[in-house]
């Protein structure tokens, strides 16, 4: 009997120590986990916060909606002097968004698109843009700098991943997604200003090499939407740089302002040429040729032309007006349009030449759209 007493409270005693070990196994278990979660979170807490605002924007549209708070390294991206192709600029978010542990591929593109500028009767300035192209995944970026314009920007997410099947859902691809900020194809901001890239399809554009810094065509409007109020800002900010062609091909952005100001600003061996105009397709105007860029570009051109000579004065009219020149079929189909009215803060986009139902969003955080 007292040998069986022993041997339980020796057994007991023999227990406790290793229930001990395995509680204090544990605890650190979980306490390295917590220091990792944490150092995770500080050395990824932009990304997260950024990649937390990335939603489906629902009732049947193919996009998504992204908000960035604070330029997400852009101030530092122009302080390093830039980038000169898409490669570079990938090489750089690349080491932003992973801290150097993936490498995104840099996408390309091409495009076929109309954009308009008008009055309405009072004054205000009307604008429309429609972007052509085939299985685009369109992002909504809201932009809010530290300094500068909030601005509400249309990103194709293909431009990112080079796939049309890819969506900015899980965390890998909504961390690719960050990258949107950097390839805005169209944009309005706060103050007004309206910036939108078209493909030209006559000639090649020049890629210079002088002492300036270097953007490409799609940083170039991230600046622009950032910093600029009017055509004439936009153009001096433009002098500042090298613009380099994007996704492999030749571009002219269609610029316009607040007061009604509007331009193509075109990329040629003289540097920088803006030629006024309200309506702009795929071909350079500075050259006076109608044909250059095609048919279609020849034809899209003449009909909204001709449509802003008989009047276009309402949004609803720019609208319409987006939709006469849409492309329903063929191998570039309309992938979105989108209208803005100076006179309220909201821009609609229309998706897949669908115009009878749109998507409105306020360029200004905190107001329902």
């Known amino acids: 009997m007292k040998y069986r007493a022993y041997n339980k409270i020796y057994q007991a005693y023999r227990g406790k120590p290793r229930k001990r070990t395995v509680f204090w196994v544990l605890a650190a278990a979980a306490g390295i986990l917590l220091l990792a979660l944490l150092a995770a979170w500080l050395l990824f807490r932009q990304e997260l916060a950024i990649t937390g605002t990335i939603r489906p924007l629902g009732a049947g549209s193919p996009a998504y909606f992204m908000e960035v708070k604070g330029g997400y390294y852009f101030e530092e991206f122009l302080e390093q002097g830039g980038a000169s192709s898409d490669g570079e600029v990938s ?16 996408g390309t593109y091409r495009e076929g698109c109309s954009v308009l500028s008008a009055q309405s009767v009072i004054g205000t300035h009307i604008w429309g843009r429609n972007y052509d192209w085939t299985g685009s995944v369109p992002i909504i970026v809201r932009h809010i700098p530290a300094e500068g314009y909030t601005s509400l920007s249309t990103c194709d997410f293909q431009n990112i991943t080079g796939n049309a099947a890819t969506f900015p859902e899980g965390m890998m691809n909504k961390m690719l997604a960050i990258a949107a900020l950097y390839v805005p194809l169209d944009g309005v901001n706060d103050v007004g200003l309206c910036v939108a890239d078209l493909e030209v399809n006559e000639g090649g554009m020049p890629d210079p090499d002088t002492d300036k810094p270097d953007l490409t065509v799609t940083t170039a409007i991230r600046l622009l939407l950032d910093r600029a109020a009017t ?28 007061s009604g100001a509007s331009v193509s600003v075109e990329f040629t061996e003289n ?79 229309y998706f897949d030449g669908n115009f009878d139902s749109g998507v409105t969003m306020c360029i200004l955080p905190g107001i329902p759209g």
Request: without cysteine; aromatic residues 8%.
């Open 271 to 349: 540097g920088v040429t803006a030629i006024p105009t309200q309506a702009v397709t795929n071909f350079n105007l500075a050259n006076g040729d109608t044909s250059a860029g095609g048919e279609s570009a020849q034809a899209r051109y003449e009909t909204l032309t001709s449509l802003l000579g008989q009047g276009v004065t309402t949004s609803g009219q720019v609208r319409d007006a987006l939709s006469a020149v849409s492309k329903p079929d063929g191998q570039w189909i309309t992938q979105w349009s989108m209208v803005y009215d100076q006179d309220e803060p909201y821009v609609t986009w």
């Open 231 to 258: 055509v004439d800002e936009a153009l001096a900010l433009l002098e500042q740089y090298d613009i380099h062609p994007s996704g492999g091909i030749s571009h002219h952005l269609a610029i316009s302002d607040a």
């Open 91 to 106: 090489a750089f978010l690349s080491k932003k968004i992973s801290k150097g542990f993936y490498t995104a591929p840099a």
